[in-house]
């Protein structure tokens, strides 16, 4: 199935949901799963975030390296948030307008297509289990570039690809199951979508495709040549459709049926539909253990050339061809504060560091280099190893925390470099989101080093604002991405003040330092 032909599939038809509804006070419902929990989220028409329940779900790790969680888990932590958001706020099918799902991405599920059960726990994208078998791989160079062209990603373990086969290959039968067309695999969005609706569609979006190092993002569909390398069948695939349309309908036995599933979208492009980065050019970066930024690139699926992924980006209901972004992570973010509470004792309270970071005029000539786990984009170096650099007597606790903080802005702008080298596009401005965005000294550290305005919504819910926005947008609940856009008016911006001599030696600075890290 070509993209046109997905499209038209994914039209939400007129009796999928009741019209007068918006002519009442109704909601869409956002489920946001999350690695570590399972939340629901109630969105007025206003955009405002009306109630969330939440449920944390068990981690599992059966081995140094590997993480695991257990589908059915995942189900009912899902499940059980969803109906107390409708009990607790006394709602019923009526008042609700469409569900949005929006979902961790890579993790990995397998089962059985006639029971239901699945065949293996959930393979997460933390999980290196893989890494071996991906590192092999990648001593052809060819294969490497291969993969790169129809994928837009690097190969590597976090994807989804290398963990199908792994399932298939380590639970006895099943490859012989999936060859026999028994066998069903889907990221986390499509097994809650199949459950949702009892089996009756088994269905991704095109986001959550473009994880999987499955899809061809060129060609927008499932690729031959990918699935033959990895020695996975086709038929295990679901149908993939487009973020803003027709997933069906709930019909789960213990919940209320009849409500439209009609968005859906992985949790970084998801985020950056909620900021409303609708243009190319336009960029978000999530603040949280690490970093995510993507850049909306338009039409055209370019690769990078300075350590970048390629992926699709969610799209309004009614647009034509896919829309793509570069996106890049920073694996050490709100990390490096909690190492700084946890690990060295320096701070008792997160929320302490803004003001700490501001009690010293700079940071005394010391640079962190947060290498703990390797450089991510764009060095991609997983054997550099962190370092402090320019350590004096001089240097107290707060010059120490200051560091740690500019160390995220620094990071931030090398990807957000890479971004503009990639595209020729200059940064007008930064949308920000996740909870270390609320360290007023770092968002302004990061407007200074990137000489750009910061944008930071009110309501920091912006993933899940981006599945409840394609929702609703499916439906007319919203009528426009300019009505969204005009929901964001009077949020905080943070504006440049640094010159461009101050910029340029605390860069050529922060560059030396990394350099001296680099394997």
Known sequence: MNVQDARQAAQVPETLFDQASNSRDSYVIALDQGTTSSRAVLVDRSGAIRAITQSPFP??????????HDPKDILSSQLKVLTELLVSQGLSPEDIDSIGITNQRETTIVWNRHTGEPIHNAIVWQCRRTAEAIDELKQDETIVEEIRSRTGLIPDAYFSASKIAWILDNVEG????????????????TWLIWNLTQGRVHATDYTNASRTMLFNINTGEWDGWLCELFSIPPAMLPEVRPSSGNFGRTSNDILPGGIPLTGVAGDQQAALFGQCCFAPGEAKSTFGTGCFMLMNIGTEPA???????????ASASGAEGLEYALEGSVFMGGALIQWLEEGLGLIDDPASTSALAQSVPD???????????GLGAPYWDADARGAIFGLTRGVERAHLVRACLEAQGYQVYDVLRAMELDTGIKLGQLHVDGGVSQN?????FQADMLGAPLRRPD?????ALGAAYLAGLSTGFWKSTEELAALREGEDRFLPTFDEPMRAARLAAWHEAVSRVRS
């Open 440 to 444: 007023d000294f770092l968002m302004q």
């Open 174 to 189: 099943a490859r012989e199951a999936a060859q026999a067309g028994d066998l069903l695999f889907g990221t986390v969005d």
């Open 303 to 313: 690769l990078s050339h300075h350590g970048l992924l390629t992926t699709i980006a």
């Open 59 to 68: 981690q599992i790790f059966p081995r140094p390296g590997w993480v695991e």
């Open 459 to 463: 309501n920091a819910e912006t993933t």
């Open 363 to 373: 940071s005394h000539g010391v640079y962190v280099v947060p290498a703990f786990t």
